[in-house]
């Protein structure tokens, strides 16, 4: 059986080495630039020896890539039907339009907050939940929401 | 897996679950990863591969961590790299992290995912274990069979086989979710009551509301009626029942859930995840996400319930993946058992259940 050299040279494999890292890559991207800009793109393209194009397109199949700039904060609440049940999605992303004055979709002026509605989080056991950036809340009541935004609105990620 | 053939061989884990109701990949994922990664090597070791890819839901960043950390520890202390503990047996392996694309659950989509592309589906056969991640015979993996094979291994066959019923084995993870007093994950008999589910160990409904109705393996799978929960929740009983054990993920309503709500909720979690390839699958779920959304808003034309089913049989087993078909069950089912409170969103323009809230 060959080891992982051979597997990574085997013929068959057409350049696996590039394309397979393509998705840690547009992560790294995405930190540095904070979102997948013409620029982003081009880098990643550059540094894998793909084209901006191939780049592109694999970018946007992923909603965790963001081919628009998004605000410091990326609050996406749940509307699946377990948070639903619990109490949340409409109730929650309302609350939050009117508590960050935008609409879902939208960043705030300040560049501060995006407000976006997703389909399903994996928290459907401990629902109503949203997350923001790389935290995911659980568990949400208005009061809670009203805490953690005054949280953020206070400091730096 | 071809016996004969001599191109390195492949394990894939798959953790991509991510549907509405179904929720026990990611604790497994966060709380035990090594148990995985000892199901791994004797998968890998099975099978004679010496290189596994563990991919990892997206959105899983607590998991991804903790497999990162994970791995490295295992190669610490020598269960993972070259000659794992004088055995002379090799396996490399490496967490690749998705980026939020439900169709990356189905095990070729994983796998255009894993190798960096778009995640699409790839037409089968051939099936990934004689051409599956680069051209490589690849045996793909879900996380929580994984995680059972350490056990077996040390038990028994006959152990793990004495649980459960004659023809579903073994334990299984069953998430819950909706209107119960403790929601959560609970790893039990395959063959136990669904009834016993949800009033014991998940404690009954809030409020003492009445049960309406359940969805009892995840959001692909048919909806029961509340009545109808003294059902083994194994392959068989579930089927009987006119419905599928799936992810095991059950969802739970109550009198006060509006079940077009529900439907019009689902449909749109999979209109919004079809990954596009084929026809039925993304036109279709549009078209059924608009219809029932008129529908529920008490703006539904009268043929309307009837052409939901039309759509839904234009779908079912015509599209790409299995996926596409995901959608079939759940509305065919509730206009099965619901069409009354479909035909009164249509005529009275108003939901049945509103009063009830
Ligand atoms: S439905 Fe909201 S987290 Fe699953």
């Known amino acids: ?157 | 897996m071809p016996r004969e053939s001599d191109l390195p061989k492949i394990v894939a884990v798959n953790t991509d679950e991510g549907e509405p109701g179904t929720f026990k990949d990611r604790e497994i994922v966060e709380q035990d990863p090594h148990q995985v990664i000892e199901g791994v090597l004797i998968a890998a070791y099975a099978i004679g591969a010496s290189r596994a890819y563990v991919y990892i839901r997206g959105e899983f960043f607590l998991g991804v961590k903790r497999w990162i950390k994970a791995i490295a520890d295992a190669y610490e202390a020598g269960f993972l790299g070259k000659d794992i503990l004088g055995s002379g047996f090799n396996l490399d392996m490496s967490v690749h992290r998705g980026a939020g694309a439900y169709i990356c659950g189905e095990e070729t989509a994983m796998l255009e995912s894993l190798e960096g592309k778009r995640g699409e589906p790839r037409q089968k056969p051939p099936y990934p274990a004689s051409v599956g991640l680069f051209g490589l015979p690849t045996l793909v993996q879900n996380i929580e069979t994984l995680a059972c094979i350490p056990h077996i291994i040390q038990r028994g066959p006959s152990w793990f086989a004495g649980i459960g019923t004659a023809e579903s084995k073994g334990p299984k993870i069953f998430s819950i979710s909706g209107h119960v007093n403790r929601p959560g994950n609970y790893e039990l008999p395959l063959g136990i009551s669904l009834s016993d589910i949800i009033f014991g160990y998940a404690g009954g409904i809030p409020g003492g509301r009445h049960l309406k109705a359940v969805i009892p393996g995840g959001a692909s799978t048919p909806f029961l009626r509340g009545d109808q929960v003294n059902v083994p929740m194994s392959f068989e009983g579930l089927a009987e029942a006119g419905s599928a054990l799936g992810t095991g993920g059950i969802i739970v309503m109550d009198e006060s859930t509006c079940i077009v709500e529900a439907v019009r909720r689902l449909s749109k979690f999979f209109a919004h995840e079809s990954c596009g390839h084929c026809t039925p699958c993304r036109i279709g779920s549009w078209r059924i996400y608009e219809i029932l959304e008129r529908v529920e808003k008490g703006e539904g034309h009268s043929g309307d319930i009837d052409l939901l089913l039309d759509l839904v049989d234009g779908i079912d087993g015509h599209t790409y993946c299995p996926m596409g078909s995901a959608l079939v069950n759940p509305v065919r089912s509730a206009i099965q058992h619901f069409r009354p409170e479909f035909e009164y969103h249509l005529t009275h323009k108003s939901c049945l259940v509103n009063g009830v809230k």
């Open chain 1, 1 to 157: 059986m060959a080891d992982s050299d051979r597997l990574e040279n085997s013929p068959i494999i057409a350049n696996p080495q590039k394309q397979t890292k393509l998705l840690a890559a547009l992560y790294l991207a995405q930190e540095e630039y904070g979102w997948l800009n013409p620029e982003a793109i081009e880098h990643v393209a550059d540094r894998l020896g793909l084209s901006p194009g191939q780049v592109r397109s694999t970018a946007s199949f992923y909603s965790m890539f963001n081919l628009e700039p998004q605000g410091e904060y990326r609050i996406q609440v749940c509307e699946g039907l377990s948070c639903y049940l619990a109490g949340g999605a409409e109730t929650i992303i309302d609350y939050l339009a009117h508590l960050l004055n935008i609409q879902p979709g939208e960043t705030t002026a300040d560049g501060k907050f995006s407000l976006e509605v997703v389909q399903c989080i994996a928290a459907c056991g401990s629902a109503p939940a949203m997350r923001v950036n790389d935290e995911l809340y659980e568990n949400l009541t208005l009061e809670r929401i009203a805490l953690i935004i005054r949280e953020l609105e206070g400091g730096s990620p």
